[in-house]
């Protein structure tokens, strides 16, 4: 959670150029973001076969397809701001003022079978909060969020949300997402709660779902014969006179 929330003309003010090689050490990524390698939702390495990532930290447009922290089997990896009050500022973030963000990413992956897929995102919010009910991919809603970093967000006075806003960091996940062919794409879509939004960084990451261990069938209850049943009742008659005699 580094990045300040910056309008378009304090980040002209300070007339700052960051290299492209700078950019990493000037905005490093947020501290809570999980590595699906650790994670408990994960298992797979980024970049190993049937999984797809790709990740933001520094935005270069409100149309961005050139993930900076990098990209595995995607064909197309893009990032829009809809709301045309999106900017991005000096701390490259994409910041609105007028209106509320709304975002579309689209991710086309270059080879990857149908299937049950596992599938987290991760993103770094700045002022006004994400509206988390908004956050569909494919049209679906998530099935767990998570809040891995929760802070108040700076802001130069005039430019933040009341008070600062937040400065937070989540983790939603669709567990069990079926890729019905091997053509679909993974579309994703979410706004924040107000103006005065920052998106700070956002992480997909694709994998298998978990191989879940086959339900062991029913006990059946199988009938008695009529004549067994008299049998056994004739028995147990026997057995009890025995015993009595």
């Known amino acids: 959670m580094y990045h300040l929330l910056l309008s378009r003309s304090f980040s002209l003010a300070l ?6 090689a700078a950019l990493a050490a000037a905005f490093p990524p947020p501290d809570a973001f999980q590595d699906p390698a650790t994670a408990a939702w994960g298992g797979w390495t980024r970049g190993s076969t049937g999984t797809l990532h790709a990740g933001w930290n520094v935005f270069d447009s ?14 197309t990896a893009l990032l829009l701001a809809n709301n045309p009050g999106a900017f991005v500022t000096g701390s490259r973030n994409i910041y609105s ?24 995102v991760q993103i770094s919010v700045l002022g006004n909060d994400l509206n988390a009910t908004s956050l569909l991919l494919n049209g679906l809603p998530w099935t767990s969020r998570t809040v ?34 091997d053509r679909d794409v993974f579309a994703l879509e979410f706004r924040s709660l ?3 939004n920052s998106l700070d960084a956002l992480r997909i990451d694709v994998g298998p779902a978990p191989v879940l261990p086959p ?3 029913a006990p059946v209850n199988v009938p008695i014969p009529g004549g067994v049943g008299l049998l056994a009742a004739m028995l147990g008659l026997v057995g009890r006179s025995r015993l009595g005699g």
Request: negative net charge.
């Open 194 to 196: 107000s103006v005065h």
């Open 97 to 120: 003022l007028v209106d509320v963000n709304d975002f579309t990413g689209l991710f086309v992956p270059t080879s990857l079978a149908a299937g049950r897929f596992t599938v987290a």
């Open 62 to 75: 409100t149309a961005d397809r050139t993930p900076d922290l990098g990209q595995h089997n995607l064909n």
């Open 15 to 20: 007339g700052v150029v960051f290299a492209p």
């Open 215 to 217: 339900t062991p069938p």
């Open 148 to 181: 891995l970093a929760a802070g108040t967000g700076l802001a130069p006075p005039g430019v933040g949300a009341p008070g600062g806003g937040v400065d937070n960091e989540y983790l939603f996940l669709w567990s069990g997402f079926e890729r019905l062919t």
